[in-house]
């Protein structure tokens, strides 16, 4: 099925930044696929592939799971959404994890698929009530593409938490932080240490290696029994 750039058959790329996942075709049997979504964030810009956060998701149970980093610099909400109904007839996913991009940002769908800023001229009548609720649309249509596939998702953020709690799933949403927010922090358990340096990607800019690894682990601490 395709309408314009909806598709459930056609997952495609951009030339500069290919899905940093292995070739789906053929695609491999025996397990179940995780479709991981996101931004640059996700993809790793200024990271090797192995620092990102969803590398170090994608070691849990992999006797189990098969992962798949769909992450795209620039994502917007709306772009996770179009990826995700992308891979339905491609990856059949079975377990999917978000993680929603800044809600200012919107996909415009003219001759390409592109992700604007909240910034862009073409958005200067967004406000935060639009940019929220364009957000909860996408999520209830991940939710949505859950249960019509009977799959399980789960939501996360990159930089400010948003509230989702009005959702009957808001047991599947990392709301206690953000990958921006985890990195400094008080480690009072484990070293009793304050860490206070911030944490940067190579590029100067994105989230560094302390940043995705610490997201992590309080992700997979949250959720890793329920990733099987």
Not at 38 to 60: D, K, P, R
Not at 165 to 192: E, F, G
Request: glycine share 4%; net charge neutral.
């Amino acid at each position: 099925m395709k309408y314009g750039f909806y598709s459930d058959t056609n997952l495609t790329t951009i030339d500069k930044y290919p899905f940093r996942c292995p070739s789906w075709t053929p695609l491999p049997s025996g397990k179940k696929n995780v479709v991981i979504l996101g931004c640059s964030h996700t993809w790793g810009v200024g990271l090797e592939a192995n620092e990102t956060w969803a590398h170090h998701i994608s070691q849990h149970n992999t006797d189990r799971l098969r992962y798949w980093n769909l992450g795209q610099p620039g994502a917007a909400p709306d772009t996770l959404l179009r990826i995700l109904y992308s891979s339905e007839k491609v990856l059949f996913p079975k377990i999917i994890i978000a993680m929603w991009p800044e809600i200012s940002r919107r996909e415009r769908l003219e001759n390409y698929p592109q992700s604007v800023h909240g910034t862009d001229e073409s958005l200067r009548w967004e406000n935060k009530d639009t940019d929220t609720n364009n957000l909860l649309k996408c999520v209830f249509l991940v939710e949505k593409f859950a249960e019509h596939t009977n799959c399980i998702a789960f939501h996360c953020f990159s930089d400010d938490v948003v509230d989702l709690k009005a959702s009957k799933n808001d047991t599947m949403v990392l709301d206690q932080t953000s990958l921006r927010d985890c990195w400094p922090y008080w480690d009072s358990v484990i070293a009793r240490e304050f860490h206070s340096d911030p944490s940067r990607a190579r590029d100067g800019l994105h989230y560094g290696v302390e940043n995705h690894k610490r997201f992590a682990d309080v992700f997979l601490e949250k959720f890793g029994p329920k990733l099987k």
